[in-house]
């Protein structure tokens, strides 16, 4: 089994700052076949569905805010939002869809400073 | 428009069943896998398992830890999966998820184990 770290487990940023979400894999995630890792970012908020905001490890999801970005290097993964918006708090995850069992991080919770 | 609806849920007592379904529409059922996952209230999110589509067998996988209890099915004539669950425990009390993807998932329907 693929295991996921996530960190901070929170993190209050002030509206307008950036915020920096990170997940570290316990080993590759990267598809042979495309190149691409894969890593995707959720968005939960209470009662919502999880909303996907980044696949392949960087690929924004259609209708997400361009303030929504991921990146790479090797096994570590980030999440970031450029400039926190109020309706941004909300706690989010990372997951590994490589193979089976997925896995998700632990979940970062993120409110306003 | 892709849309999955999750039904069933409802409250079961401990060492009870209970059989989730996920109504799928506006995409190739037959040809999609589908996920199940959960969420305790309070905690983080939790892969239950998938079921690949008929080119790949049907093929099912599980979280190790729900192996035995949870088992996923699907009828592709109805465009529904499901998701069977046994000697339900209090700590399955969650909401759970289908989801198609990454990108796709329900709204969710609410598991409560109690007695």
């Known amino acids: 089994e693929i295991m996921v770290t996530q960190s901070p487990d929170s993190l209050a940023v002030s509206l307008g700052e950036r915020a920096t979400i990170n997940c570290k894999s316990s080993q590759t995630v990267l598809y042979s076949s495309n190149n691409k890792s894969c890593l995707a970012w959720y968005q939960m908020k209470p009662g919502q569905p999880p909303k996907v905001l980044i696949y392949w490890a960087s690929t924004r999801h259609s209708g997400v805010p361009d303030r929504f970005s991921g990146s790479e290097s090797g096994t570590d993964f980030t999440l970031t939002i450029s400039s926190l918006q109020a309706e941004d708090v909300a706690v989010y995850y990372c997951q590994q869809y490589y193979n089976t069992p997925q896995t998700f991080g632990q979940g970062t919770k993120v409110e306003i400073k | 428009e892709v849309q999955l609806v999750e039904s069933g849920g409802g409250l079961v007592r401990p060492g009870g069943s209970l059989k989730l379904s996920c109504a799928g529409s506006g995409f190739t059922f037959s040809g999609s896998a589908i996920h199940w996952v959960r969420q305790a209230s309070g905690k983080g999110l939790e892969w239950i398992g998938r079921i690949r589509s008929k080119p790949n067998n049907h093929a099912t996988s599980y979280a190790e830890s729900l192996k035995g209890r949870f088992s996923i099915s699907r009828d592709d004539s109805r465009n529904t999966a499901y998701l069977q669950m046994n000697s339900l425990k209090i700590e399955d009390t969650a909401v759970y998820y289908c989801?198609?993807?990454?990108?796709?998932w329900g709204q969710g329907t609410l598991v409560t184990v109690s007695s």
């Open positions: 989801g198609r993807n990454v990108t796709d």
